[in-house]
């Protein structure tokens, strides 16, 4: 193993599943990843989740967080202010094969989803006294907590790796694409692959690197219009195929917090990456 100096470019935290992030200067980790990260989610009448996979106007839904209240913009909608200490009813909601408690945010916002996306929706927030555990065949012994994330707490990328993609592409795209919580500056391209742990603040900040992350459409969606393509995927299939998920591609690393729960990262930080080769 070898260690290598990195330096937190970017840091992103989605507040709503699959839409829009925001970009941040700095933010507290929790013990689910990011504070608030995917704290909300957008359902179905029966309560299973939606995504830009089948919705890809979901990443024209822009959410600011304020002192007391989120607020989420899109094209041709009044502001939707919801309070971050009010949430109504509890409800029984799936996101992947997982059964969670969750709130209702009432019938405000689930007028407001469905009119957006024009299809029955409605908003819900995560229970913080529901556990939801990332998969124990990659964090092993590590219990990692996650809310309404696909697997992970969090999702760890390079600027390297995505200039390497965007050499390949006629049109470069954003790391929007690809929905990071942390970027990563100081790494070759796909260098986050061989990371076991990344070490901040003196090591008081320890985050774990567990398995790489899996691609689907949405990086061919364009965040900026929703118009959906083929040519990230396309890019991606030409050297991406990773053999440790049976030939699926992937791009950027799904991490887990073993220290750190409570401090602070912000860009700029610099850390150690120890690197498995």
């Known amino acids: ?127 913080p006294d529901a556990q939801r555990l990332a998969d124990k065949h990659w964090t092993g012994a590590l219990q990692a907590p996650v809310q309404f994330s696909d697997s992970f707490p969090l999702l760890v990328a390079s600027t390297a790796s995505l200039a390497e993609l965007n050499r390949r592409l006629a049109a470069p795209v954003s790391m929007q694409r ?26 008081a900040i320890r985050l774990r690197l567990v398995k790489p992350c899996s691609r689907c459409g949405v990086p061919d969606v364009d965040p900026d219009s929703a118009a959906t393509g083929h040519a990230v995927g396309d890019a991606l299939a030409a050297y991406r195929a990773d053999a440790r998920l049976g030939g699926a591609l992937t791009f950027g690393m799904n991490a887990v917090i073993v220290e750190g729960a409570g401090l602070r990262l912000r860009t700029g930080m610099l850390g150690q990456a120890r690197l498995t080769f």
Not at 2 to 19: G, I, M, N
Not at 178 to 201: C, K, Q, S, W, Y
């Open 1 to 127: 193993m070898s260690d290598r100096p990195v330096t937190l470019a970017a840091l992103h935290l989605y507040p709503v599943k699959s839409c829009a992030g925001i970009t941040l200067d700095a933010h507290e980790l929790d013990t689910t990843g990011l504070d608030l990260d995917r704290a909300w989610m957008v359902v179905d009448e029966q309560g299973e989740f939606l995504s830009q996979r089948e919705l890809p106007r979901m990443a024209l839904i822009r959410p600011t967080l304020r002192a007391s209240d989120l607020v989420l913009r899109a094209p041709g909608m009044l502001a939707l202010h919801l309070a971050l200490d009010a949430v109504e009813q509890p409800v029984r909601v799936r996101v992947w094969d997982d059964e969670v408690a969750a709130f209702d945010m009432g019938a405000l916002a689930a007028q407001w989803c469905s009119d957006f996306l024009g299809r029955p929706a409605r908003l819900v927030r995560f229970d």
């Open 178 to 203: 690809f929905r990071p919580n942390l970027v990563l500056d100081g790494l070759d391209a796909h260098g986050e692959d061989f990371i076991d742990e990344i070490t901040f603040d003196d090591g």
